[in-house]
């Protein structure tokens, strides 16, 4: 008896780690992997677990993207397709009714995909369900930033309200004293710019907000990730505790460490998706502060870390391609080995060659003192037999050379950039 052919699975976004994670994943199953990539240096091409790579336009120039998509659907129907950014969720939720003819989705609608990428719609929405956020400001004008500036005390953050198409990335920065909110604020305005989709989705997706400062974001986030279906009622999850980012203040997650999970968290968790008719991968950031659990971040999509999470018994690609392809007898097989996985130990997630580089150049420039320095190495040490690399695999070594690469080449271009994050931790 012959086994039946299955669908393969087409992913972007080839430099984001969460793609390079689904392509092993799910390749190692023996699922075919097509990667569309405009980028030469972008590690999940070039894995072993690839069985076809098409050229595409930058996701930067999003009609143009999405016109290659719907033609590349149309000429290969039956992929199964899944977003790895904001970007890509957001606009596979907002012209879902055009892809799903050619591609088999399991995408919510835009109008819940919105409403966890846009901070002052999430926030509204964690009240609902018991969340507690930070305090949190969405000044419509520069008269409620003056209000703001006379009632926040500061330090405070000034972030974007979403990262949807917004081409700088920037995470936010910290703002020092009250006189400095409104020319910061300025100057955000100035210097950051979304794409024009969004903007005529939203014509105040551009206003930053401003939030409390909590020194506990440095090293004590603690990340809520997993999976929901349709119905809302399967539901599984792990916990993790971001230890290291960069930069350390407002950055991007670097090591983490395995912790339980809080059960009325995920719970509350839950109720959110389930209110807003959410369902798929999640990865939910919170920072533990003062006894409370402040929730900062909701990512609807595979996540940078999500290797960490398929190591740890739960193949989140998987869950998503069998629910797309609508295997519920194989979803539900998929959750309940994911229920019943006791581990064996502490795992731990670290992008090693960052991780290495940054103890270095901060240890030089004193950013990180010596007994700091010496604290992180002894931490990768007594953890490295259950260590999960972002992009090192003994199996697939091809894509830590491109990544290698890709950072290197990145730095020589933009060298201020290097100097700031990697070197002087700002």
């Known amino acids: 008896m012959t086994t039946p052919e299955r669908a393969p699975m087409l992913l972007t976004m080839a430099d984001y780690y969460g793609t390079l994670a689904a392509a092993r994943s799910l390749g190692r199953l023996g699922i075919p992997i097509t990667i569309a990539e405009s980028k030469l240096l972008a590690p999940a091409r070039w894995s072993r677990y690839v069985t076809r790579r098409v050229e595409c336009p930058d996701v930067g120039d999003s009609d143009a993207f999405l016109e290659w998509l719907l033609r590349f659907g149309q000429k290969n129907p039956g992929h199964v397709l899944y977003p790895t950014s904001d970007d890509m969720a957001w606009l596979f939720a907002l012209h879902r009714d055009e892809l799903a003819p050619h591609f088999r989705m399991y995408q919510p609608p835009v109008d819940a995909i919105y409403g966890l990428l846009n901070k002052q719609r999430l926030h509204d929405l964690c009240k609902d369900v018991g969340l507690d956020t930070p305090e949190t400001w969405f000044p419509e004008d520069e008269?409620?930033?003056?209000?703001?500036?006379?009632?926040?005390?500061?330090?405070?953050?000034?972030?974007?309200?979403?990262?949807?198409?917004?081409?700088?990335h920037v995470k936010g920065s910290q703002v020092e004293r009250a006189s400095e909110l409104l020319?910061?604020?300025?100057?955000?305005?100035?210097?950051?710019?979304?794409?024009?989709?969004?903007?005529?989705?939203?014509?105040?997706?551009?206003?930053?907000?401003?939030?409390?400062?909590?020194?506990?974001?440095?090293?004590?986030?603690?990340?809520?990730?997993?999976?929901?279906?349709?119905?809302?009622?399967?539901?599984?999850?792990?916990?993790?505790?971001?230890?290291?980012?960069?930069?350390?203040?407002?950055?991007?997650?670097?090591?983490?460490?395995?912790?339980?999970?809080?059960?009325?968290?995920?719970?509350?968790?839950?109720?959110?998706?389930?209110?807003?008719?959410?369902?798929?991968?999640?990865?939910?950031?919170?920072?533990?502060?003062?006894?409370?659990?402040?929730?900062?971040?909701?990512?609807?999509?595979?996540?940078?870390?999500?290797?960490?999470?398929?190591?740890?018994?739960?193949?989140?690609?998987?869950?998503?391609?069998?629910?797309?392809?609508?295997?519920?007898?194989?979803?539900?097989?998929?959750?309940?080995?994911?229920?019943?996985?006791k581990g064996g130990g502490q795992y731990i997630y670290c992008h090693r060659g960052i991780f290495e580089l940054l103890l270095r150049a901060q240890?030089?420039?004193?950013?990180?003192?010596?007994?700091?320095?010496?604290?992180?190495?002894?931490?990768?040490?007594?953890?490295?037999?259950?260590?999960?690399?972002?992009?090192?695999?003994?199996?697939?070594?091809?894509?830590?050379?491109?990544?290698?690469?890709?950072?290197?080449?990145?730095?020589?271009?933009?060298?201020?950039?290097?100097?700031?994050?990697?070197?002087?931790d700002r």
């Open 363 to 424: 240890g030089l420039s004193g950013r990180l003192s010596s007994n700091e320095v010496t604290h992180w190495r002894e931490w990768y040490a007594r953890n490295r037999e259950r260590a999960v690399d972002a992009v090192m695999d003994p199996g697939d070594w091809v894509p830590w050379m491109v990544d290698v690469a890709m950072h290197l080449r990145s730095y020589a271009r933009h060298p201020k950039g290097f100097i700031r994050t990697m070197v002087l």
């Open 183 to 341: 020319p910061r604020h300025r100057e955000f305005l100035e210097k950051n710019r979304y794409g024009r989709k969004l903007l005529a989705y939203d014509a105040r997706a551009n206003r930053p907000m401003v939030q409390a400062f909590h020194a506990e974001a440095a090293q004590n986030i603690f990340s809520l990730s997993g999976f929901v279906d349709r119905t809302g009622e399967l539901f599984v999850a792990r916990g993790a505790l971001k230890v290291l980012q960069r930069p350390r203040k407002l950055g991007i997650g670097l090591c983490f460490e395995e912790v339980p999970v809080d059960v009325e968290l995920a719970e509350k968790v839950r109720q959110l998706c389930k209110r807003l008719g959410y369902f798929g991968t999640f990865e939910v950031e919170f920072i533990r502060a003062g006894g409370r659990q402040l929730l900062i971040d909701f990512n609807p999509r595979f996540y940078s870390q999500m290797g960490f999470d398929i190591a740890r018994g739960m193949p989140l690609p998987l869950f998503v391609y069998e629910a797309a392809c609508g295997h519920e007898a194989q979803l539900a097989e998929v959750a309940r080995a994911a229920l019943a996985w």
């Open 143 to 168: 008269a409620g930033l003056e209000r703001v500036a006379a009632e926040a005390r500061f330090p405070v953050l000034l972030k974007p309200q979403t990262q949807i198409l917004f081409e700088s």
